[in-house]
Structures are given as C-alpha cells and as structure tokens.
C-alpha cells in the first residue's frame, strides 16, 4: 500500500536556497532476519515501486533488529541490486545497517547509496544499553540532495533535543530518523512533532513493521512524514510492506 499528498506553503526560515520540491518516501519492507542478500533484494523492489527521490528505510533494515548480525562494510557485494535499483530510478536510498569500521569497531549506521555506491551517513549517536557491541557515532550528520539538507537520526537519538538541536546547527531542511517501536507503545509520533515545532523543519520517520527481532515480536509501522507544523503528510498504516510518500515544497 502507498499513501501519499502533495504539500504546498511550508517554507525553511531563513533559507535563501533555490530548490525544487523533494519527494520523499518512507518504507517498512519485510524483512528476513539475517538475510542481507534478500533483504537488499527487497529494498530494491521499494525503490522501484516508491517513485521517489529519497527513500528511507528502518533502523538495521539490512539485517532486522537482530543485534548479534554479523556486521557488513560498504563494499559489500549484496548491496549491488541496491545500487542497480537506485541507478535505475535516480534514487538516493537511506539504509541501516550493522557497519564495521576501518578499526574494527561496530556501528549501528544508516548508509547512502545512489547508483554511484554505498557510503557511510551516520552512525547512531546515543545507543541503548541494549546494544552494548555498538560503539556510538561521533556526531550528528546531514546529507544534502538537490540542495535539501537532510539531517539524520537512527531511533534513540530522537529522544534527545541534543541531538536535533545539534543537527540543526549544520543546517537541516529535514529531519530524517530510521526507528523502531513497539505496536504498544510507539514514541515517534510525539517526538516528531516536537522535533517540527522546536526547528521549523519537516521530519519523516521509517519505522519497522512487524515482527523483527530483538524482542520486538510486533513492531509499530506508521511510518510518517510530518510537516513544520506538525501536521501529517502521509502516514504507511501498521502492515509490513506500506510506503508513505510526500512532496516538500521549498
């Protein structure tokens, strides 16, 4: 299922930047626990189906919250349908994944790939105790596309004003968070309006669906984009394999 709207009349205070609209998906595939051949497979398939310039995935959506998944590099060779799907469709993909580093640290990351490869965006900041063989990252992190400035966050970090106040002194158009939450008890809704309110930017959240791993037997779905104001954009329901999609319009 894809839902979607075209949003006008939102603007960046004090952004001189001539841009064209973004569109924007956020995506809560199935995933295979484990499986990061099929799960890139799967990603792929979003891609295509998405019909957006960035599309955003889940929290370790490479892999399911499975904590004790062997992490991955970038030149990993399963990530190649990836790469062809974003080359294919002109898309910026947002991905998490457990992510070794040159000296052997773990690292819960989102990475980017287009259909010049894979890099590493962000690694997470404020990791739960949980996740104890995860080091944290070093600090926020934006990524810019088409002159939009994409702020990034992975779950947890989006319970810390810090952590948006810190990324919104780089300059962010949107704030961009891959989650997961309990069907029971989903934070995302909140924190993303509070995120809207405090910096005046747009905020689209991918969170899992279904069962994933990691205790998490029903994830939460509603992955969301919300605007300034606070108001949703478009909003997946609670099922694995929705896709909500917004325009922003500078």
């Avoid at 947002?94 to 640290?105: Q, R, S």
């Avoid at 990351?109 to 949980?130: F, I, M, N, P, Q």
């Avoid at 300059?171 to 909140?190: F, I, K, Q, R, W």
């Avoid at 809207?196 to 998490?216: C, E, I, N």
């Amino acid at each position: 299922m894809t839902t979607g709207c075209t949003c006008d009349g939102y603007s960046i205070a004090g952004s001189a930047v001539e841009r064209s609209p973004l569109v924007i998906a956020v995506a809560q595939p199935p995933i295979v626990a484990y499986d990061v051949a099929a799960n890139a497979a799967q990603h792929a398939a979003v891609v295509r189906a998405a019909d957006a310039r960035v599309v955003v995935f889940p929290e370790l959506s490479l892999t399911g919250y499975q904590l004790d998944a062997p992490a991955i590099t970038t030149g990993d060779p399963r990530l190649h349908a990836l790469v062809r799907a974003c080359a294919e469709t002109g898309t910026l993909a947002l991905v998490g994944a457990p992510l070794w580093d040159e000296a052997g640290h773990a690292f819960i990351a989102t990475l980017a790939v287009d259909g010049g490869g894979v890099r590493v965006a962000y690694r997470k900041v404020h990791v739960h105790e949980s996740e104890e063989r995860f080091s944290p990252g070093d600090g926020p992190a934006v990524v810019e596309v088409d002159g939009w400035r994409l702020g990034l966050a992975i779950c947890r970090d989006t319970r810390f004003a810090e952590h948006d106040a810190a990324t919104a002194e780089l300059g962010m158009d949107v704030y961009v968070a891959s989650v997961l939450d309990h069907a029971h008890a989903p934070h995302t809704p909140e924190r993303a309006r509070r995120v809207a309110a405090d910096r005046g930017v747009w905020v689209a959240a991918a969170s899992y669906a279904g069962s994933t791993g990691g205790g998490f037997d029903q994830a939460a779905g509603g992955s969301a984009v919300w605007a300034p104001d606070g108001t949703v954009l478009a909003e997946a329901g609670p099922e694995p394999g929705a896709i909500a999609r917004a325009t922003l319009h500078p």
